[in-house]
């Protein structure tokens, strides 16, 4: 792929685009396009994490003033997904292991642009403390381990069990990414690595595209074929990273 290094320039803001679009950060799709460029994990992690620190923060911004924003619901989260997150962050994970939890981590991307997440039009399950409790623990640590911010999780967890219509999984799911990723950076920083300077020309890039999402999603943007297009890259790359 070395020689199609190009379409990184491309891709990566067309996936922050997207993703901010629906509140997210984009971290599944950063990490998928620079494995398949083999960049090595260790570069991998931090910068998907950066970019989503920036990212998920500026969706946050272009949702918060489109709903009333459920902050009982996201502390009861982010108390327990923000040291798990910290605590994954610190696991460096072997390179063949890391691309298949990443590979099957894409079917929720995947499935949540091809709406299959429907929303509850009730409440499924109260929000009791052992059940936030489970759901911040487990999205967080794997968010750590992986360098994603958790949102792709969370999302249509919020969805199905009726806790947050779409706007207000949009405006949960960005904040909650913001706060894990930092958390994720924080812990993987007891790795040190230079990274490449390809990556610092594309993080630019990757913002600028996550800028616009962010504005035109809380905007009721329609990027449907674009979001279509997206899903199918996802899928293959989803197949190749398990399959290696």
């Known amino acids: 792929m070395e020689s199609f290094w190009w379409l990184l320039y491309i891709l990566m803001p067309v996936a922050a685009f997207l993703y901010a679009a629906v509140g997210h950060g984009g971290a599944s799709s950063y990490l998928m396009f620079l494995a398949i460029f083999n960049f090595a994990p260790e570069e991998i992690r931090p910068t998907a994490l ?143 690595v230079d990274l490449d300077p390809q990556l610092w020309i594309l993080m630019p890039l990757t913002i600028a595209g996550g800028a616009l999402g962010a504005y035109m999603g809380a905007k009721k943007f329609n990027y449907q074929g674009v979001k279509y297009t997206l899903t199918v890259v996802l899928l293959i790359a989803a197949v190749k990273l398990i399959l290696g």
């Open 50 to 192: 950066i970019l989503n620190i920036i990212v998920s923060f500026m969706a946050f911004m272009a949702y918060r003033g489109t709903v009333k924003f459920p902050i009982k619901l996201f502390l009861s989260i982010i108390i327990f997904s923000v040291p798990a997150a910290f605590l994954g962050g610190k696991i460096l994970v072997d390179t063949a292991v890391y691309k298949q939890i990443l590979g099957i981590l894409l079917f929720f991307p995947i499935l949540r642009f091809l709406n299959v997440f429907p929303t509850a039009s009730t409440q499924k399950a109260s929000q009791n403390l052992l059940l936030t409790a489970v759901i911040g623990l487990s999205i967080g640590f794997v968010s750590g381990l992986i360098g994603i911010g958790g949102g792709i999780i969370l999302s249509p967890i919020l969805l199905l069990l009726g806790w947050a219509n779409m706007k207000e999984t949009a405006a949960v799911s960005a904040l909650f990414i913001f706060f894990n990723s930092i958390s994720g950076l924080i812990g993987a920083s007891t790795f040190t």
